[in-house]
T-cell receptor
Framework: DGGITQSPKYLFRKEGQNVTLSCEQNLNHDAMYWYRQDPGQGLRLIYYSQIVNDFQKGDIAEGYSVSREKKESFPLTVTSAQKNPTAFYLC??????????????FGQGTRLTVV | AQKVTQAQTEISVVEKEDVTLDCVYETRDTTYYLFWYKQPPSGELVFLIRRNSFDEQNEISGRYSWNFQKSTSSFNFTITASQVVDSAVYFCALFNAGGTSYGKLTFGQGTILTVHP
């Protein structure tokens, strides 16, 4: 089945450690996104990428890094510079069809807890 | 800069009441898309509707309807005769399809809707 896979579902890390969240899609979508969700703050955009080997900072990119070496993969690294990394992270993808932008499809999310 | 504002943080209604969720957006671009998503307690995001900036037609889908007004930069969502299963967090989102921020998909803060039996 086509879809977006985020792994793992739950992740625990010690403070000061970098951690990489995985996001893989087999929908052949060009665009991919990373969001952070905190209670009462909605979905905040961390990074987005419209094509392979290109990505842009979103609204809260500080303390995060990404790569887009393959169309189907968009891993997010939460670095030790991120002051408050504990959150629910969502990955999404979308495509252009006949010149129109389609809706974004979301993964199931990764809940990161830093202790 | 682009921004999406959902002024209502929480709404509580009794079943069968109608409820409207407000969404106001800001963008400098003339080409953009607007979306509504639902996030039930299970956490996954469910797509509800997409509208592009050139199509101001309102839409009705069953008990759901959407009112898009470019003059007021609003894209409001109404649920008619609400049901308990409508309880969820609802998000409005803006996709920038032009300019230097092409491809940026911005979400609002979300509105928590609780429908009581």
């Amino acid at each position: 089945d086509g879809g977006i896979t985020q792994s793992p579902k739950y992740l625990f890390r010690k403070e000061g450690q970098n951690v990489t969240l995985s996001c893989e899609q087999n929908l052949n979508h060009d665009a991919m996104y990373w969001y952070r969700q905190d209670p009462g703050q909605g979905l905040r955009l961390i990074y987005y990428s419209q094509i392979v080997n290109d990505f842009q900072k979103g609204d809260i990119a500080e303390g995060y890094s990404v790569s887009r070496e393959k169309k189907e993969s968009f891993p997010l690294t939460v670095t030790s510079a991120q002051k408050n990394p504990t959150a629910f992270y969502l990955c999404a993808s979308s495509r252009t069809q006949d010149g129109w932008i389609t809706e974004a499809f979301f993964g199931q999310g990764t809940r990161l807890t830093v202790v | 800069a682009q921004k999406v504002t959902q002024a209502q943080t929480e709404i509580s209604v009794v079943e069968k009441e109608d409820v409207t969720l407000d969404c106001v957006y800001e963008t400098r671009d003339t080409t953009y898309y607007l979306f509504w998503y639902k996030q039930p307690p299970s956490g996954e995001l469910v797509f509800l509707i997409r509208r592009n900036s050139f199509d101001e037609q309102n839409e009705i889908s069953g008990r759901y309807s959407w009112n898009f007004q470019k003059s007021t930069s609003s894209f409001n969502f109404t649920i008619t005769a609400s049901q308990v299963v409508d309880s969820a967090v609802y998000f409005c989102a803006l996709f920038n399809a032009g300019g230097t921020s092409y491809g940026k998909l911005t979400f609002g803060q979300g509105t928590i809707l609780t429908v009581h039996p």
